[in-house]
């Protein structure tokens, strides 16, 4: 039983030395840019347009949809027979309709449990063993993970997208 607890352990510990670290050591904004978090609330101009004044998305007019960073990671254990061969670790987002943002965070848990139940299919189906980082591969993850939110938030959500995994063999 140790030799499996230890190495899920010290993964999920030296995970979160390393988000730790990165916020630490994270270089400051620049001195002429607005708060990022400003620009995502601008307030429109007279002209009714939402500003991006720095230019970053190349239009002036606001986007149609938010990006919402889930809380945590997502960590799926591979199973090779009966014991725990890799550990797969996720970070997902949602591009949900502009406003959505509370009635994510909202339900949450619940989205939580539908990823995880997708995610635990697609690791016993072997979707992460051999080149998982396919494209095909996940495409269809995307696909089953955009159903399932879809299934608590309706059209509320656009996408789901993968914005890190991992792999780390034992």
Same mark, same amino acid.
């Given at each position: 039983?140790?030799?499996? %607890?230890? +190495? #899920?352990?010290?993964?999920?510990?030296?995970?979160?030395?390393?988000?730790?670290?990165?916020?630490?050591?994270?270089?400051?904004?620049?001195?002429?840019?607005?708060? +990022?978090?400003?620009? =995502?609330?601008?307030?429109?101009?007279?002209?009714?347009?939402?500003?991006?004044?720095?230019?970053?998305?190349?239009?002036? =007019?606001?986007? +149609?949809?938010?990006?919402?960073?889930?809380?945590?990671?997502?960590?799926?254990?591979?199973?090779?027979?009966?014991?725990?061969?890799?550990?797969? #670790?996720?970070?997902?987002?949602?591009?949900?309709?502009?406003?959505?943002?509370?009635?994510?965070?909202?339900? =949450? +848990?619940?989205?939580?449990? %539908?990823?995880?139940?997708?995610?635990?299919?697609?690791?016993?189906?072997?979707?992460?063993?051999?080149?998982?980082?396919?494209?095909?591969?996940?495409?269809?993850?995307?696909?089953?993970?955009? =159903?399932?939110?879809?299934?608590?938030?309706?059209?509320? #959500?656009?996408?789901?997208?993968?914005?890190?995994?991992?792999?780390?063999?034992?």
């Amino acid at each position: 039983m140790l030799k499996i %607890v230890l +190495p #899920v352990v010290l993964l999920l510990a030296g995970l979160g030395g390393g988000v730790g670290a990165g916020l630490m050591l994270q270089p400051p904004p620049d001195p002429g840019s607005a708060d +990022p978090a400003a620009k =995502e609330t601008a307030k429109p101009d007279k002209s009714g347009k939402s500003g991006d004044p720095a230019g970053k998305h190349g239009h002036a =007019e606001a986007l +149609p949809f938010d990006y919402v960073k889930l809380s945590n990671q997502f960590v799926v254990p591979v199973l090779e027979g009966t014991r725990v061969g890799s550990l797969v #670790v996720l970070s997902l987002s949602l591009e949900v309709e502009t406003g959505a943002a509370e009635q994510v965070y909202a339900v =949450e +848990p619940k989205l939580r449990d %539908v990823f995880l139940r997708i995610l635990f299919d697609h690791a016993n189906a072997g979707g992460f063993a051999g080149a998982f980082t396919d494209g095909a591969t996940l495409d269809a993850l995307r696909r089953a993970l955009f =159903e399932g939110a879809s299934s608590v938030l309706g059209d509320r #959500v656009r996408d789901v997208l993968i914005v890190d995994l991992v792999r780390q063999d034992g």
